[in-house]
């Protein structure tokens, strides 16, 4: 078994391998514990820091996402090309219809001004002209939206399309949009366009484009800040939207809702009115020592590698645990941050957090005749 440049033998490492399981110093009470009222068929709310699951309804059932989809078009976009690169409007992407930006064959854009039609207007036109630009035709661009999907470690999502028009195998789960939208958050560029309520662009010919964002959450919501609404007869009303109020970011995901905005709003009120930050694992902390065999001492102290911050009920009622695996002894020599094991921090039985587990300091391995004086 290797640890980086740390080798154990795979039998000696079996042999000295154990678990420890820290007791719980967060108790559940017997308290009810408060949930919202969703009307959706499938729900979910994320912290976007953590990635941590606050609430969930059927939130691994896969469904039509509708537009939806859109968040993933613009996070293939923004990593592959230049946002202020030019695109020229073909013919084929100006004639896809639906929700349109009203692009003209021959129009030149940059890819940025595609992305405002794309995530405010929901231009289905735009999406095509974006994935021309990006990867020669759609078709390609679509081969790169599900291998970042995998990389992404969705579970359940298959994309057909750029633009979450109706198509046979183009599905993904509230879970898996909140996963996505929690990565394109963390991109800046994302985030100005997707917080951005209206838009003006200048078209061809003294032309404008006039871009109103359909996420009404912008307008509503103390703190709304994204991402994306979505509708088809399929898909229903569905609506990635997310919401920052101090250090705290949420991303609630609505599919299939007879409102989707109210759904939304009652979840991202519930994260962050019956939710508090708690800081369960502090990096650097010294949280064991491991025995040393053949070093200059018998034990090194091991500590965590990252800081853990998981969001607990403020209530009381959630039930925090962290289980440490160390391994029982290592051979000297052993060097400052080597790997020695695993800390898992769990809310109600759910893994919420992982770190390594590191040795503290350097173990030198000790001589013959210091070993003979022992």
């Known amino acids: 078994m290797s640890f980086g440049r740390f080798t154990l033998p795979l039998v000696l490492f079996a042999y000295l391998f154990f678990t420890l399981i820290d007791t719980p110093f967060v108790q559940a009470n017997t308290k009810q514990q408060y949930e919202p009222q969703v009307s959706a068929r499938s729900a979910l709310l994320m912290d976007v820091s953590s990635g941590q699951i606050l609430y969930g309804k059927n939130h691994r059932e896969p469904r039509p996402m509708a537009s939806t989809t859109k968040i993933m078009t613009a996070v293939v976009a923004l990593g592959a090309a230049d946002a202020k690169s030019t695109v020229t409007v073909s013919s084929r992407a100006a004639a896809v219809g639906e929700s349109s930006m009203y692009l003209e064959p021959g129009e030149k854009l940059t890819l940025e001004q595609l992305l405002y039609g794309a995530m ?179 034990t090194v102290p091991v500590k965590a590698l990252d800081d853990i911050t998981v969001n607990l009920r403020v209530d009381g009622t959630d039930r925090l645990e962290k289980r440490v695996q160390l391994l029982r002894s290592i051979s000297a020599p052993v060097y400052e941050g080597q790997p020695v094991g695993k800390m898992h921090v769990l809310v109600n039985g759910e893994i919420v957090g992982v770190t390594d587990i590191v040795a503290g300091c350097t173990i030198e391995k000790s001589s013959l005749w210091q070993r003979l004086l022992r």
Not at 176 to 200: E, S
Not at 217 to 242: E, H, I, M, N, Q
Request: glycine letters at 10%.
């Open 120 to 298: 405010l207007r929901s231009g289905n036109d735009a999406c095509v002209a974006i994935a021309e630009h990006v990867a020669g035709t759609e078709e390609a661009f679509v081969l790169l939206m599900n291998e970042k999907a995998v990389l992404l470690g969705t579970e359940t999502t298959r994309f057909r399309n750029t633009n979450g028009l109706p198509a046979p195998g183009h599905y993904s789960t509230a879970r898996d949009l909140a996963l996505l939208a929690r990565y394109a958050l963390h991109n800046p560029d994302f985030c100005r366009i997707v917080k951005t309520r209206t838009q003006v662009i200048e078209g061809p010919g003294g032309l404008y484009h006039y871009l109103q964002n359909t996420n009404k959450l912008l307008w509503r919501y103390p703190g709304a800040d994204g991402v994306k609404t979505g509708t088809t007869v399929a898909a229903g009303k569905c609506l990635v939207a997310s919401a920052t109020q101090g250090d705290r970011r949420l991303v609630a995901v609505i599919l299939n809702g007879n409102d989707r905005f109210e759904d939304a709003a009652r979840l991202l009120d519930y994260g962050f009115e019956h939710f508090k930050t708690v800081q369960a694992v502090y990096a650097g902390a010294i949280y064991d020592r491991v025995n040393v065999a053949g070093g200059i001492a018998g």
